[in-house]
């Protein structure tokens, strides 16, 4: 294995943390200048997920095992997730407000990921230069997407046709450190995972194959979907070594039997609760109303941008360079190089995988991608560059361009969170009367209220009243675009009061949280109806209470 030197464990650490400190930036700005009629919710993308974290956050505090309060339909508790319960167990025990909890964890999903990836990193080259430019296009880069973004301002007259192109999470570490922590953890555990199973092949010791199923293990008490990933991209790896040495992989297949026989429990406990719980199983089928599938093969190379390029070359050319009679390389290069092609070609298919939650499969693809597309770089490319243009011929000079050309689309996402943020509404941030009112039922409405509101506060309802809320998430809430379209009725003038009724009355409602976003979608005032009595008002936000 290559050696990494204190040095280079330092770079990794200034580089960690300042990354860390710089997308720590729209945070501050958000909680520091927010007006005072405005609460900041703590995220600065992809609220409506983080919404549902923060609901699970909250319940595990108190229980092993929550139900599933973004939707009214009454069902038992028999949710659970490891990440969320941990982080809610620290929450409860420092008493620390959960955005600062959910800071400490951006920064611990930082630490542990950065060091796993520059180890990958450092097994593909020796040459230290190689290394730092394969580490800083993972932390740094991304796609083509401010391609995009310069048509839109130009050509598409504002409008920003294919969104996924900018902000696709998944394979993009920069964007995960900045704003999906919960995606940089699960990549740190895929890559410590599939890094323990590569490293026990070397002595085919099998303690490696047992650290990589406790991997596995904790990986699959959070995001069992990973686990296609880490039983998949071996698999592949051990069926080429197969053919290529014409001999059993025995070792591989010790390994995948002591992973997969450690990491099916959680496995098993997901499909479980996904087809037995009529509830989760709708939760699972609603995955689609997202609309967020992985990108069809050509239009990958977008979100991807110029690593895929680079990549998908330095692919083609190691298999014909592989198909070519040659002096025997190294076998530690050699068995490297399967790898990281069965990862290559072996993740890209995975991404396809017939499910609904298949872009995810795109989490920690990057690697091998940036791993054989700087090798190209530098074997290929850079050779060219330094004939035709002098100035180019330094190696660092080189991996200052390949920086540069993969850093726009973040440095503009990055930019963008300021400008987001400074409009202070829905959804980064609350009126603080709304923020006041989900307290008052937390400290006042029973524990098993169900409270109806717009999309925009009853996400927050469960996370911030501990009460349930009728209208929440996109595929928590069952019969999502149902209850939004009732929602939607329900706050127009012109629907008869008999059909409000009649729908609160089916699902149980106890409390309307009328205030901004309500009036929004409709004239009608609560207080018109006799069966509505307010129990709460503050600057126009006001909570009425449904009469028995």
Request: charged share 15%.
């Amino acid at each position: 294995m290559n050696r990494i030197s204190r040095q280079e464990w330092r770079f990794v650490a200034l580089i960690t943390l300042g990354i860390l400190l710089l997308t720590a930036l729209p945070y501050v700005y958000a909680a520091l200048s927010v007006p005072p009629e405005k609460h900041f919710m703590g995220f600065i993308l992809n609220t409506s997920d983080h919404a549902q974290y923060l609901w699970w956050y909250r319940g595990f505090q108190d229980a092993l095992l929550i139900p599933n309060r973004q939707t009214p339909e009454p069902n038992p508790p028999v949710f659970f997730n490891l990440l969320w319960f941990v982080l809610a167990r620290f929450g409860k025990f420092t008493g620390l407000d959960y955005r600062w909890v959910y800071q400490i964890f951006r920064f611990a999903a930082g630490a542990m990921l950065m060091p796993i990836v520059y180890w990958w990193c450092a097994q593909a080259f020796e040459r230290i230069t190689r290394r730092k430019t394969a580490f800083l296009v993972l932390a740094l880069g991304a796609g083509l997407g401010w391609v995009q973004i310069v048509l839109k301002y130009t050509l598409w007259r504002g409008e920003l046709y294919y969104p996924l192109g900018v902000y696709l999470a998944e394979g993009n570490f920069f964007l995960n450190l900045m704003a999906y922590p919960h995606f940089a953890e699960a990549a740190a555990f895929i890559l410590l995972t599939l890094g323990l199973l590569w490293k026990g092949e070397k002595t085919e010791n099998l303690r490696y194959a047992w650290a990589a199923a406790l991997s596995a293990f904790l990986l699959g008490w959070q995001h069992t979907y990973d686990l296609i990933l880490v039983w998949g991209i071996p698999g592949l790896y051990a069926l080429a070594r197969w053919a290529q040495t014409r001999r059993f992989p025995w070792y591989w297949f010790k390994a995948l039997l002591i992973v997969g026989l450690i990491s099916f429990p959680p496995a098993l406990y997901s499909v479980l609760l996904t087809t037995l719980n009529p509830i989760w199983k709708e939760v699972l089928a609603q995955f689609d109303n997202a609309g967020v599938f992985t990108p069809n093969p050509l239009r990958m190379f977008i979100p991807m941008g110029i690593p895929l390029f680079l990549g998908l070359a330095g692919a083609l050319t190691t298999l014909r360079a592989a198909a070519r009679p040659q002096k025997a390389a190294a076998p530690h290069k050699s068995r490297l190089r399967t790898f990281l092609l069965a990862w290559f070609f072996g993740g890209w298919a995975l991404t396809y995988v017939p499910t609904d939650f298949q872009i995810h499969m795109i989490n920690s693809w990057q690697v091998p991608v940036v791993l054989l597309g700087v090798d190209f770089w530098f074997e290929k490319v850079h050779p060219r560059l330094a004939q035709r243009w002098q100035a180019l011929a330094s190696p660092a000079l080189a991996a200052a361009v390949l920086l540069a050309a993969v850093i726009p689309t973040n440095g503009y996402i990055f930019l963008w969170r300021f400008l987001d943020l400074h409009r202070y509404n829905y959804p980064y941030f609350l009126h603080q009367a709304e923020y006041d009112a989900m307290q008052w039922l937390d400290e006042n409405a029973p524990s098993d209220a169900i409270v109806l509101s717009s999309y925009e506060p009853g996400r927050y309802i469960p996370a911030i009243s501990g009460r349930t809320a009728f209208l929440s998430h996109w595929a928590q809430t069952v019969d999502f675009y149902t209850k939004r379209d009732f929602v939607a009725a329900f706050f127009q003038a012109d629907t008869p009061d008999a059909q409000r009724r009649q729908v609160i009355t089916q699902f149980g409602v106890d409390y309307v949280l009328y205030g901004p976003a309500e009036r929004a979608l409709g004239t009608y005032d609560p207080a018109q109806s006799p069966w509505l009595h307010m129990a709460f008002e503050e600057d126009g936000v006001r909570v009425y209470a449904v009469g028995k």
